[in-house]
C-alpha cells in the first residue's frame, strides 16, 4: 500500500484560508479528502475520481478546491472561507478507484477559531 502523509493544517481565524496537501509513495490516479471531529463519522468532503472528476460536499462546495499542480503524487485542498464548522481532523485517502480499498494517511489538524 501507498504511504501518504497529509500536511498543512493549523489554527485560523474565521473566513481565513489554509492548503492542504496530501503527499503519496505512489501516483495518486484517485482520492478523497475526509474529515473528522470527535464523536462525528468520518465524512467525505472532496475526492478526485479515476476519471479526474471532482466533487465536493455541499458544505464546502464552492469554498474548497482540489488542484495537482502537475504533481503526480501530491494533491492539494485549497480551503478559503473557513468557518468554525470546518473544524476537524482531515484526512486523505489514496486509492486507484475504489476508496475501501485505499491508503490512508494520519490526518492533520484544522482548527478555525477566533
Known amino acids: 500500500q501507498a504511504q501518504v502523509v497529509e500536511s498543512g493544517g493549523g489554527l485560523v481565524q474565521p473566513g481565513g484560508s489554509l492548503r492542504l496537501s496530501c503527499q503519496s509513495s505512489e501516483s495518486i490516479s484517485a482520492m478523497g479528502w475526509y474529515r473528522q471531529v470527535p464523536g462525528k463519522q468520518r465524512e467525505l468532503v472532496a475526492s478526485?475520481?479515476?476519471?479526474?472528476?471532482?466533487n465536493y460536499d455541499d458544505s464546502v462546495k464552492g469554498r474548497f478546491t482540489l488542484s495537482r499542480d502537475n504533481a503526480p503524487n501530491t494533491v492539494f485542498l485549497q480551503m478559503t472561507s473557513l468557518k468554525p464548522e470546518d473544524t476537524a481532523v482531515y484526512y486523505c485517502?489514496?486509492?486507484?478507484?475504489?476508496?475501501?480499498?485505499?491508503?490512508w494517511g494520519r490526518g492533520t489538524q484544522v482548527t478555525v477559531s477566533s
Open positions: 485517502n489514496v486509492h486507484h478507484g475504489i476508496p475501501d480499498l485505499g491508503s
Open positions: 478526485i475520481t479515476v476519471s479526474g472528476f471532482t
